[in-house]
């Protein structure tokens, strides 16, 4: 197999690349963060502009490429700590409407959405489900032809800037039953939606989504009634990719500051990258980064497998063996740093938040593990 870029993807990766680094700084990323909004519309859609906002939508509503084309983006996100809501909108939201939505919510949704005028978030988590896909207690009663939905979402990543929601809800069923399982698509303006929004540990904005006798009409649905849990789970896989591929361009721009740092870094007035002990760390943390990259590149060309089986535990493999280099990356990184390291002035600490909160973003580490164990028994 080819695992060489095509001209095209190398172009987007270095445009992307060259943007953030020039237009997203660190001091200007840390004013985005502490706005009453939490983040940048002028951004935002200039993210749109660029067309990374329509990766793997229909070209007939604005977009283009596909997963390979959105991870390239996604890392050098992740390079640039980019809090606006890149996986939560144009990867969960966006998908979940590309792969289920019918062709009225296609058209009213997706040129908004690849044009960055809309935001649109999934809303599947609870309180009590842990990593579990498939415990929905929140309800959606059909009523005078259309539904009645109640329950609360928890942890929705970029519920305070979203436009709608598409709202996983139980229609049949026992709370942890795998059918009975519907996709729902909310406008935020729909009388008894509520978000209690919060700021994350990397600073991005999240929060849980309150849902107090919701009036849909019968289009609201997405898909087929009662099974929604496969398109749920191929939602979060795909997810997990891109986040995978945010975490590898965070764990890059640490290792290259370390680098630089210990260069610099002086004791016994020689740079502190002279000293073996410290070269051997640089080399792991290498080894670390290269593995990882290869990891995100497996997990991309799994991402649309035809045997959801195959992808789920090619992607599980991914999330679970990335997030332990992750951590160890970050770790190494602010060690190597020392006490400066941790200080909000130094952008090293930010990293280790954001490569801190991925390892436990749509699923842990641990949770991966035991899944990828648990459908290679069944392969």
């Known amino acids: 197999m080819n695992f060489d870029l095509s001209e095209e993807q190398k172009m987007l ?14 001091d200007a990323r840390n004013q985005i963060v502490a706005s009453a909004s939490g983040m940048s519309r002028e951004h935002w859609q200039r993210f749109g502009e660029f067309g990374w906002l329509g990766l793997g939508l229909p070209e ?19 390079a640039a700590l980019v809090v606006e809501p890149y996986l939560a909108s144009t990867v969960l939201g966006a998908q979940a409407l590309t792969r289920a939505g019918s062709a009225a919510q296609q058209a009213a949704w997706l040129p908004g959405l690849a044009s960055g005028q809309r935001i649109l978030a999934l809303a599947h988590g609870e309180a009590d489900a842990r990593h579990e896909l498939s415990y929905v207690i929140t309800r959606a009663t059909a009523k005078d032809g259309g539904w009645l939905l109640s329950g609360r979402k928890s942890g929705v990543l970029g519920a305070p800037w979203a ?3 598409v709202v996983v809800a139980r229609t049949s069923g026992a709370a942890d039953e795998r059918q009975g399982i519907s996709l729902f698509l909310v406008s935020a303006k729909t009388p008894g939606v509520q ?9 991005s904005r999240a929060g849980d989504l309150i849902l107090e006798q919701v009036v849909l009409g019968a289009d609201a649905l997405l898909g087929t009634e009662g099974e929604g849990l496969g398109l749920l789970e ?13 975490a590898l361009g965070a764990m890059g721009a640490l290792l290259r500051k370390t680098g630089e740092y210990v260069s610099t870094r002086k004791q016994f007035d020689v740079p502190i990258a002279s000293f073996q002990v410290i070269q051997h760390r640089l080399v792991d943390m290498f080894a670390a980064v ?15 497998h035809a045997d959801a ?14 997030g332990e280099r992750a951590r160890y990356v970050a770790q190494q990184a602010v060690q190597l740093h020392g006490g400066v390291g941790m200080t909000d002035e130094l952008d090293i600490g930010h990293y280790f938040r954001r490569l801190t909160l991925f390892c436990n973003l749509l699923g842990s580490t641990d949770h991966h593990l035991q899944r990828f164990a648990a459908l290679r028994a069944e392969a």
């Open 290 to 304: 290269e593995a990882s990259r290869s990891l995100v590149l497996m997990a991309a060309l799994h991402a649309d």
């Open 309 to 322: 089986a195959t992808r789920s535990r090619a992607v599980s493999a991914a999330k679970s063996a990335i």
């Open 163 to 165: 436009d709608g929601f």
């Open 234 to 246: 191929h939602l979060v896989d795909l997810g997990i990719v891109a986040a995978c591929a945010d």
């Open 195 to 203: 978000v209690a929004g919060y700021r994350s540990y990397d600073g």
């Open 60 to 78: 007939a509503h604005g977009g283009f490429g596909g997963v390979v084309e959105l991870i390239q983006i996604a890392e050098a996100m992740g």
């Open 13 to 26: 990766r270095d445009a992307a690349q060259k943007f953030l680094r020039t237009e997203y700084r660190f």
